[in-house]
């Protein structure tokens, strides 16, 4: 379920926090570990996405047990509970890489942060008739992936598959830009071969009050 259906930045986000130096190692090695990419090339992507001498201060969303890190009014990076920490959907789009990614039909817009870096998470895809239940906070169900619009990793072309748990991308079909981050709740091959269930918690997604809140000028 989304986090974000209903999220006001004044009422519900507590003081800003600036970041120790010793806080914030940890948190930029526990990053490159989530997401490899992030560290190649001697990190030359995480410090385009958090550059190591940006201001950067942590916010808590406690209704729904969220960390955020922020820098200049924008979400870089929030944590649910102690999980994985998640990219905005405005930093995704700008690196998509930073995630696997899977596709949805038709119809998706860019996500603030995974739309400025698209390549941090893996990405998968579904189909026309998922994406206005996307984009209403539903979760991903596998029908939605295994139809002849959706997609997901293939083995067989040396695509690595999603395991359950991971932190995924979905994208639309016959689009680039990516739709929603979410979480898998079964491996992708279990996806592929059961095509029942749940696939993946949809975690954050294009239009939720986080989106809408960062369009108009941050937090």
Sequence with gaps: MSL????????DLGPATALKSSVRRVIRQKLCEQ?????????????????????????KFAREHVQMLISDKQVLFFQ???????????????FPEMLPSVQVDRGAINLRLLHKFPEMLPSVQ?????????LSGANVMSPGLVS??????DPSKG???????ECVAIRAQGKNEILAVGVMKMDSEQVRKTGKG?????????????WLTLSKGGI
């Design 198 to 210: 749940i696939a993946i918690e949809n975690i954050h997604y294009l239009g939720d009050d986080l």
């Design 148 to 153: 002849a619009g959706g997609k997901l990793p």
């Design 35 to 59: 997401y490899p990419v992030l560290a190649e090339e001697e990190g030359a992507l995480l410090e385009a996405a958090w550059p190591n001498k940006a201001s950067v201060t942590t916010v």
């Design 4 to 11: 974000f259906k209903k999220f006001e930045p004044k009422p």
């Design 80 to 94: 649910h509970y102690d999980d994985w920490y998640l990219p905005s959907l405005r930093l995704l789009h700008k």
């Design 159 to 165: 695509e690595q598959p999603i395991k359950e748990g």
């Design 126 to 134: 579904v189909d026309r008739g998922a994406i206005k239940f996307v």
